[in-house]
């Protein structure tokens, strides 16, 4: 069997005596400095237990200089007394006097491998039973000249490793944040993207940037480790792709709302990922994991109020209901019937935005920008400004999320392809009444998705809708970039 100390008994008392005796020493103060200043007097007191005088250490002891402190634990020789050794931890440590013996290196670590809630007290002679704060500050000395007299390694490792097990600890919990810690936290208003804004905002919030990208880090180390082993070590990289594309699936539906997005991106451009990725991302475009219902009918109410909320009826926000219609990466569809304020009622589509959907985007986008991009260019090499990208891109992300914007657009849309008399398309009617930043309602329009249809006359479709978007880009200057309804 190996120890951590390969000693014997005849080893001059050197280097490891100094390590043994700190942290005996350790163990003696960590325990009565806690109780001496836990007492409202600053006066550690126990009551008087029968001294163990067979190997103690008195207070003039512990004010002694460290090579005549230490020389106490060795023997006539000057070898390593493990007894004393072992009789000194059993004392201070376990509250018991050593009955056994103790001459050899494995019997000490026996007793630190005792469980710490195990010690009840510490024995120690009278004159230690009584002492007053002002002794502290000699215990403390010979703590201190203890401390310095310890190997220099021994010293940097008794120091760093606290602070970095800490550390390790502080950084596993921030990458554990509580669900809403974004909520609030909006550097600008919908359809306001402004990159300075957020930057000099996000300064005074510099934890609220760590606990996000270390949980960006944390859900998404396991695909990353395994995909490295896949093509690194392994070598079977396209064997593994289906599996690793549901990974990335998941992992991007955990992200959030910014990685929903790309994900959808991603989806239709098979000349970018492979197809077995964009086939799984895919479901990312209508079949996104929803929000609670309770969450969206709480917005609802906030947004319309009571009165104006109670005008649309046939909504399911039962958990175990039919729920939202769709769901996709800012907001979710519920499916009512509408009474409009001239008595009219029409069937309605009901967009509600994500809750805290601003904080979550906007700070992915800071991050994106500041870290993600920068990095992207020093690895690539790349002429591309990368941070450009990124603002462009974050300016028509933020952009979607003012449904009042979006309803703006949709209405000039419909007005400029009616101008233009293309009567085979159009956009869904905003129903302008229940419409504010964050709810969209617009009238409910019946049909099938082209790329799921079986219909005979797909092809023709698909050329309509090229011309529309011919037109939007030639004439319009105006590009409506939602689904599009097709009608004949």
Sequence with gaps: MKYILNVNAQLPFNTIKRTIVGLVVAVFLAHNTAEAFSTSNFVYHKPHVSSYN???????????????????????????SWQKISDF?????????????????????????????????????????NIQLQDYTSIFSATANVFLSLPPLLQVSSVLGPITVGAILFLYQESSPPENYRSGYEPYARGQYNPNIAKAYYAQHPRLVLRRMLQLFR?????????????????????????????????????????????????????????????????????????????????LQKELGYNVLGRIKGMDFRDNGKGPIASASIGQVYKGTATLRDGSVKEVAVKVQ??????????DLFIVREYLAPLQQR?????????ALANEWGRGFIAELDYNQEASNTIKFNNEIQKRNIVSVTAPIIVEEFCTERVLVT??????????????????????ALNAYLVMLLEMSFLHCDPVGFIE
């Design 219 to 299: 859900i998404s180390n396991k695909f990353l480790f395994n995909f490295l082993l896949d093509r690194y070590i392994f070598r079977d990289e396209e064997k593994q792709r289906p599996k690793r594309a549901l990974e990335v699936l998941s992992l991007i539906q955990k992200a959030g709302p910014t990685a929903i997005k790309v994900g959808q991106a991603l989806s239709v451009r098979p000349d970018l990922i492979p197809s077995e990725y964009s086939e799984a991302l895919s479901t990312l475009q209508d079949r996104v994991p929803p929000f609670p219902s309770n969450k969206a009918k709480d917005i």
């Design 443 to 464: 009238e409910w329009v019946r049909g099938t998705r082209l790329d799921q249809s079986t219909a005979s006359d797909v092809p023709r479709l698909c050329g309509v």
């Design 354 to 363: 994500r809750p805290d959907v601003l904080a979550e985007i906007a700070l």
């Design 379 to 387: 690895l690539s090499g790349a002429a591309t400004d990368f941070q």
């Design 54 to 80: 067979r190997y103690s250490v008195t207070s003039s002891q512990l004010n002694l200089n460290t090579d005549e402190f230490v020389s106490y634990f060795q023997e006539s020789n000057g070898a390593v």
């Design 89 to 129: 931890l059993k004392v201070t440590a376990l509250g018991q006097p050593s009955t056994s013996t103790a001459n050899t290196p494995e019997s000490i670590f026996q007793i630190f491998r005792a469980p710490f809630w195990e010690i009840r007290q510490v024995m120690l002679p009278d004159d230690l039973m």
